[in-house]
Nanobody, 121 residues
Framework: QVQLVESGGGLVQAGGSLRLSCVASGRTFSALSRGWFRQAPGKEREFVAGIRWIGGSTAYDDSLKGRFTISKDNVKNTMYLQINSLSPEDTAVYYC??????????????WGQGTQVTVSS
């Protein structure tokens, strides 16, 4: 099992920035693919970004690339999501995920509880 805990969400004004964190614990050696997803009210959960724990290759949703940056700290077993130029459309619960699959965009085995990001206009 892998446990994931997100933090860093909150209320921010449009145009601002946030950095979300996701700390992993447990059998993290199996969590070689990790990613961020988000779910806005009334919408399905969507892929935001993913990263390979070994090597560091990344993938982004094409519509979000440029404002979102995924990164990691292997020593701290922590993954980050930097979000710049926030808009109200970014309001959502942001989830981190981990797994051993080959895809960075889907197929994750473990999920965090989520952290709420609310952007005011």
């Amino acid at each position: 099992q892998v446990q994931l805990v997100e933090s860093g969400g909150g209320l921010v004004q449009a145009g601002g920035s946030l950095r979300l964190s996701c700390v992993a614990s447990g059998r993290t050696f199996s969590a070689l693919s990790r990613g961020w997803f988000r779910q806005a009210p009334g919408k399905e959960r969507e892929f935001v970004a993913g990263i390979r724990w070994i090597g560091g290759s990344t993938a982004y949703d094409d519509s979000l690339k440029g404002r979102f940056t995924i990164s990691k700290d292997n020593v701290k077993n922590t993954m980050y999501l930097q979000i710049n130029s926030l808009s109200p459309e970014d309001t959502a619960v942001y989830y981190c995920a981990a797994g051993s699959g080959s895809s960075l965009r889907a197929g994750y085995d473990y999920w965090g509880q989520g952290t709420q990001v609310t952007v005011s206009s």
